[in-house]
C-alpha cells in the first residue's frame, strides 16, 4: 500500500484487528506529505453507499479474497490466516 502513495495522500488504515506490524520508510513519508490514520467502525450511509457501489459493479469486494475455504479444513484456514501471502480468508458453512 505504502508504494502507491503520491504527495499529499492520506490514507487509512482498518481491517487490522490483531498486533500485526509493518516497514515504514519515515523519509518518504515526511517528503510526501502523506497522512496515516486509522478508523474502527461505520455507519448505515456508509454501508447503504457500499452497497449501491457493489450493485453497479464498481466495488468487487470478492477480488480482495485470497482463500476461501469450507468449516470442516478450519485448521488449514486458520493456517493461512497466520501466513504472510494471505489477504482475505474465508470460512464458508
Given at each position: 500500500m505504502v508504494s502507491l502513495?503520491?504527495?499529499?495522500?492520506?490514507?487509512?488504515?482498518?481491517?487490522?484487528?490483531?498486533?500485526?506490524?509493518?516497514?515504514?520508510?519515515?523519509?518518504?513519508?515526511?517528503?510526501?506529505?502523506?497522512?496515516?490514520?486509522?478508523?474502527f467502525g461505520t455507519n448505515s450511509l456508509a454501508m447503504e453507499k457500499s452497497i449501491r457501489l457493489m450493485e453497479r459493479g464498481l466495488v468487487r469486494p470478492d477480488l480482495a479474497i485470497s482463500h476461501r475455504f469450507p468449516l470442516t479444513e478450519m485448521q488449514q484456514a486458520l493456517e493461512v490466516m497466520g501466513s504472510a501471502e494471505r489477504n482475505k480468508v474465508v470460512i464458508f458453512p
Open positions: 502513495l503520491r504527495r499529499g495522500t492520506r490514507w487509512n488504515v482498518f481491517g487490522i484487528t490483531t498486533h500485526e506490524t509493518f516497514a515504514l520508510d519515515g523519509g518518504l513519508m515526511h517528503f510526501l506529505e502523506a497522512r496515516m490514520d486509522s478508523s
